[in-house]
């Protein structure tokens, strides 16, 4: 079974520009997260997307923002590259959340975008 | 004050010692995380816990939901065994519900040495 997938790998931007990072969930899963991992800095929730839905949005500004596909892939976009965007971004997938029950989560190998 | 704490943040083991990793948080929760995070910064899900304890080769989850705290444990620790671990939690509330997405710790470097 194909784990969650993420492209591109590595993307290199300049100040003021937008950034696209895609992710595949694992078959099966509808849910979504995406995380931020800035360099020395821990892991932050960004968003996260269950049956083509935002559910849930982390402390991050306007021009982080993302999309839930038919098919459950996501896209992130990011609007306006600011230099401290540069970061590994890690998605996630699970099986749907339901009845208050938590689920294991499957990470990405990240893509990681730096802002020049 | 951060919602989820561990300790220590770096740690330095010779092999075969046991290691511990302590998780302390502060909020509700429906279900807290232990994960691993190789130097390439890929990251594994070692147990995911909402009550009791849980075993997997040499690595021990527990955890105390009255005292909202949780303890990884290694065994006959392993150079293999170096990366980050990371405590991460599910967010619940009255009003709210659980949360899907995760509130997580700083992490602990745990270096062991042949």
């Known amino acids: 079974e194909a784990g969650v997938t993420q492209s591109p790998t590595h993307l290199i931007k300049t100040r003021g520009q937008q950034a696209t990072l895609r992710c595949s969930p694992i078959?099966?899963?509808?849910?979504v997260y995406w995380y931020q991992q800035a360099l020395g800095l821990g892991l932050q929730f960004l968003l996260w997307y269950d049956e083509g839905e935002e559910r849930n949005r982390g402390n991050f500004p306007p021009r982080f923002s993302g999309r839930q596909f038919p098919n459950y892939s996501s896209e992130l976009n990011v609007n306006a590259l600011e230099l401290e965007d540069s970061a590994l971004y890690l998605c996630a997938s699970s099986l749907h959340l339901f009845g208050g029950k938590a689920y294991e989560q499957y990470f990405g190998p990240g893509t990681r975008l730096t802002v020049t | 004050k951060n919602e989820v704490e561990q300790s220590p943040q770096n740690l330095t083991a010779q092999e075969g010692e046991f290691i511990t990793i302590n998780c302390s948080y502060s909020?509700?929760?429906?279900?807290l995380h232990w994960l691993q995070q190789h130097p390439g910064g890929g990251i594994v899900s070692l147990f995911m816990l909402s009550s009791g304890k849980k075993k997997h080769g040499r690595l021990i989850a527990t955890i105390n939901i009255q005292e909202k705290h949780s303890s990884l444990h290694i065994t006959a620790s392993h150079p293999r065994d170096s990366a980050v671990y990371i405590c991460?939690?599910?967010?619940?509330?009255?009003?709210?519900?659980?949360?899907?997405?995760?509130?997580f710790g700083k992490g602990t470097k745990l270096s062991v040495k042949p």
């Open positions: 078959s099966g899963h509808t849910s």
């Open positions: 909020v509700g929760i429906s279900a």
């Open positions: 991460a939690v599910n967010h619940y509330s009255l009003y709210g519900g659980s949360q899907g997405n995760l509130i």
